[in-house]
């Protein structure tokens, strides 16, 4: 979510519009990923209960402490003036919490909040209840297709 930051602010700001549709379906696609690895966990964890220890739950905080405390954000963002590092780390911590939360365990970084309120709109959840001008918005969604409808026989 941290690298998506630069692209939701050129949107923000009106610029680079058609990459931000694209960040916005890798995003959306990044929410799925995270979404899938949690639900795969919880199942192990229910299904395998001998791994469920407080060994275990303590690796998975470690391992987000390591992630989030990295200095990614300082070096990414060195030098750009016109996004706020600190908001960027802390809206990681808060991404990180909803995380493990979703994962069934404690928050453990102090942003209980969303620090960067403005990005809510290019979040994955929100990206489907966008209110448009029918005439004027493109389909910002995927579809199903099937055999007869991709043309793969085609090529």
């Known amino acids: 979510t941290n690298g998506f930051v630069p692209f939701y602010y050129l949107n923000r700001n009106h610029l680079m519009l058609g990459t931000g549709k694209i960040i916005n379906f890798i995003n959306k696609d990044e929410a799925q990923h995270s979404y899938s690895q949690i639900q ?15 060994e275990f739950t303590q690796k998975i905080y ?5 992630v989030v405390q990295k200095d990614l954000v300082d070096s990414i963002y060195e030098g750009i003036t016109d996004i706020d590092v600190i ?12 995380l493990l939360a979703n994962m069934g365990l404690d928050k453990i970084f102090p942003t209980q909040r969303n620090p960067m309120r403005w990005i809510s709109v290019f979040d994955p ?28 026989d085609d090529l």
Request: proline share 3%.
């Open 40 to 54: 795969i966990l919880k199942k192990l964890m229910a299904d395998y209960p001998e791994l469920n220890t407080p």
């Open 62 to 66: 470690d391992f987000f402490l390591d």
């Open 87 to 98: 908001e960027v780390k802390m809206y990681v911590e808060w991404r990180a919490n909803m």
């Open 125 to 152: 959840e929100m990206i489907n209840n966008r209110k448009g001008d029918f005439f004027e918005e493109k389909l910002n969604n995927y579809s199903r297709t099937s055999a007869e409808k991709n043309g793969f």
